[in-house]
């Protein structure tokens, strides 16, 4: 149960990159073999995969060069091929177009693997304790994921500063809070007609561009401005109290909002604009995770605080496939996924509370904006 590395980065996106690839060496080689091996179980072999990691250098530097210099950075400090990074951080459009594949693929339900599980949620601050507005998840993914992850916190002079989780290898920002109150969680979505748009601004660029903003509007923007690849869905909150879940596919945008200040979401669409649903042919816990999650916090509302969300967060409900999910040994070992952390963010405090697994039996440590992990008792 080691507690995650913390990287304190500043202004130069090179040398951002550059101390993430030094200080993670080992872990980012370790994600690369990982996300291989996935790709490999899908259909798609490593010479195609790291082909298609190179196409995306390109793409990804006339889309967002700051991003891509961040990339560069890692590549050079983790001593690794630039493509084999550019892979890494395109994982979501490779990754969800096989999710894809295997929906479609999909004829016999008892043969079904568990794949994306996020469970979301936003709470506006007439339903919180303490009337601030929070953001959360459980980030459910390949277990092999677990233990090679990080916390970004970045200071900077041409910039919000921010703090974030991501992937030793990702240039990061995917869930995470700025200091102008923006926060953001995510969740993975399946249309059937993902990858129509091939080598549109990936996700995690869009994540970080998210967190790059200053104001609200500009916060979304980065989500609706252009077409994607792949199917997402993005909680977006802000400290004055709003909150806004965008469910995306390749063409189309849809919005959710809170009801009486809450709003979850898992991982099949609500809008049918967006045509037929596929994760749920894969991952059928999606049909029942985002409603638990809203009983089990709606039973507090107005009175929601850190050890309602804690405990919602950790429930175990048709376990392993839960809203806290434990690694099915049931699941081929490069298919097999788990909650990798759960997160609450605050806000108005400008805190992020994370535990580095599963939250029914790992630990939360309370991570700040301005430096410093606090204990949890001090909370």
Known sequence: ????????????????????????????????????????????????????????????RKQNADYAEEMRGIADGAELPLGDIAMLNARYEITFGLFGDEAKANDNPALADEADGCSTFGVL?????????????????????HGRCAVLRIT???????????????????MGLNEHGIGLVENGLVSDHDGRNPYEKPFHMRCREILDAETFDHALLPIVATRRVCSANFVVGHAD??????????????????????????????????????????????????????????????KIDDAVIKAALADEFSSPNAICRLPDERQPEAKRT??????????????????NGPPSTYPWELHTLDGGVVDPAAE
Request: aromatic residues 6%; hydrophobic residues 40%; negative net charge.
């Open 1 to 60: 149960m080691a507690d995650l590395p913390v990287l304190e980065l500043g202004s130069d996106a090179y040398e951002r990159g550059l101390t993430h690839g030094r200080t993670l060496r080992t872990q980012i080689a370790e994600n690369i073999d990982t996300y291989l091996a996935r790709f490999a179980a899908g259909g798609l072999d490593a010479e195609t995969a790291r082909r298609e990691g190179e196409t995306w250098v390109g793409i990804m």
């Open 125 to 145: 601050p007439e339903a919180s304790a303490n009337g601030h507005t929070i953001v959360g998840q459980n980030w459910d993914w390949l277990a092999g994921i």
């Open 156 to 174: 900077r002079d041409n910039g919000p500063n921010m703090i974030c989780h991501t992937e030793a290898g990702i240039v990061g920002g995917k």
């Open 241 to 302: 109290g709003e909150i806004i879940d965008i469910e995306t596919s390749p063409d189309a945008v849809s919005y959710l909002y809170p009801h009486d200040g809450l709003v979850t979401h898992s991982n099949h669409f609500i809008d049918p604009r967006h045509g037929p649903s596929q994760m749920e042919r894969i991952s059928t816990s999606t049909l029942y995770r985002a409603n638990r999650l809203d009983r089990l916090l709606r039973a507090h509302l107005g």
């Open 338 to 355: 788990m909650t990798n952390a759960a997160f609450i963010f605050d806000l108005n405090a400008r805190t992020m509370l994370v535990a």
